[in-house]
């Protein structure tokens, strides 16, 4: 996508009341990010699936217009060999003008609420993935060496762990839940995610001390050491840990939660049925 075609979509989107506060493109070849300014979760939740639908229009419009073949696809992970799109969260809470996560007097400039927040996320990690990567093809984004937050961990400064703390600090201050990606549900991925840093804070959950170096660099061995597990590798195994969680399938609520499983069940059967070129290249003429 050039640079123009990109300013077009973002003066579109901010006819539409969005507040874009960055667009510019990514690593994979035709990957971009478009990031617009926070509000509360409802209402975000809201902006997010307007935002894919307008996308879609605007592009299809300009398309017809220019004659050219585009195309948009918030597909987890389109094309084998290259970086996967997620949906990078940017979460804090306020009571009424105050960022509960800011503290000016500690060292980090995180309070403890922010803290226990992350340590709520990180234990209930497993059960949310299947809530925020929901379907098969969000575990081919999920993979060590292309970006993706694959490690259960935090860091101040550290784009390979699960959880990077942004610099920006007093009303800014936020935490940024990485794993997500474009197939979730922003309703349910944002009430999991909250209901998950609430049980931090509710039951003082310790997060443990912040990983500051690159994961992928280190061996299966070291990541052990520091008690730095791994998140659902499968859809299969994301929903059986959401379903051996009962914290986060109570957020959901039993209807939802039932209906959910029942779908990601009926999907893994579908897929993992299938014979795909891969499987025929590799073995087709043993």
């Given amino acids: 996508m050039s640079p123009d075609f990109r300013r077009e979509l973002t003066i579109n989107l901010e006819e539409l009341d969005f507040e874009v506060e960055a ?11 478009i990031a617009f300014k926070f509000k509360d979760a409802l209402k975000t939740a809201d902006a997010v699936i307007t935002f894919k639908q307008a996308i879609k229009a605007i592009v299809d419009n300009m398309a017809t217009f220019d ?19 997620g949906m990078h969260c940017h979460q804090s ?3 009424g003008d105050k960022n509960l996560f800011s503290d000016p007097n500690s060292e980090t400039g995180l309070s403890k609420d922010a803290m226990r927040f992350m340590g709520g996320l990180l234990k209930h990690a ?11 093809n969000s575990y081919k984004r999920l993979v060590p060496g292309y970006e993706a937050p694959v490690y259960m961990a935090y860091g101040l400064k550290n784009r390979s762990a699960l959880i990077r703390v942004p610099s920006a ?19 349910l991925a944002f009430a999991v995610m909250l209901e998950a840093g609430i049980d931090g804070i509710k039951n003082k959950i310790d997060p443990g001390d912040p990983v500051e170096i690159n994961i992928y660099e280190l061996t299966e061995e070291e990541r052990e050491e520091r008690g730095i597990k791994v ?18 399938l109570n957020a959901l609520g039993k209807h939802i939660s039932e209906k959910f499983l029942e779908l990601k069940y009926k999907e893994w059967d579908e897929y993992r049925v299938q014979v795909f070129g891969y499987e025929q290249r590799k073995y087709l003429d043993i």
């Fill in 231 to 248: 998140l659902p590798s499968s859809l299969w195994e994301a929903y059986h840990s959401l379903e051996e969680d009962p914290y986060i």
């Fill in 23 to 33: 667009s510019h493109h990514e690593v994979a070849p035709g990957q971009n990010e």
């Fill in 67 to 85: 004659q050219m073949d585009y195309k948009v696809t918030f597909m987890p992970k389109p094309f084998f060999g290259v970086n996967g799109s």
């Fill in 169 to 187: 600090r007093g009303k800014a201050t936020r935490i940024e839940y990485r794993s997500p990606d474009p197939a979730c549900n922003p309703y």
């Fill in 126 to 136: 497993p059960a949310v993935t299947a809530i925020t990567n929901p379907i098969v």
């Fill in 93 to 95: 809470v306020f009571k």
